[in-house]
Nanobody, 121 residues
Framework: QVQLVESGGGLVQPGGSLRLSCAASGSIFSIDAMGWYRQAPGKQRELVARISRGVSPNYADSLKGRFTISRDNAKNTVYLQIDSLKPEDTAVYYC???????????????WGQGTQVTVSS
């Protein structure tokens, strides 16, 4: 019953910016953490950023500085601001969340379907 829906991807030129959004919906009791992963062609899925209540956001060391994660708890939404985009950033970006549903006593990891980010001239 819980779903994650990403949006905001698209085709941008190198040096441009994008803001990705991921909204969680359904029978949600609480969201413990939300994050972003990405998977480029021929590569494994990698962590981009993650944010939890009460702690500072975590970023992949190689990406820290250009990527900013934020969360709107009232909207059950997480954002990923990407600046100074490079062709190497081209990938499918996936939303990830640790969510406890109304019917559950424990939390479950959920994944969105992904949004394509293409950086090219």
């Amino acid at each position: 019953q819980v779903q994650l829906v990403e949006s905001g991807g698209g085709l941008v030129q190198p040096g441009g910016s994008l803001r990705l959004s991921c909204a969680a919906s359904g029978s949600i009791f609480s969201i413990d953490a939300m994050g972003w992963y990405r998977q480029a062609p021929g590569k494994q899925r990698e962590l981009v950023a993650r944010i939890s209540r009460g702690v500072s956001p975590n970023y992949a060391d190689s990406l820290k500085g250009r990527f900013t994660i934020s969360r709107d708890n009232a909207k059950n939404t997480v954002y990923l601001q990407i600046d100074s985009l490079k062709p190497e950033d081209t990938a499918v970006y996936y939303c990830n969340a640790v969510i406890r549903s109304l019917a559950a006593t424990t939390s479950t990891v959920y994944w969105g379907q992904g949004t394509q980010v293409t950086v090219s001239s």
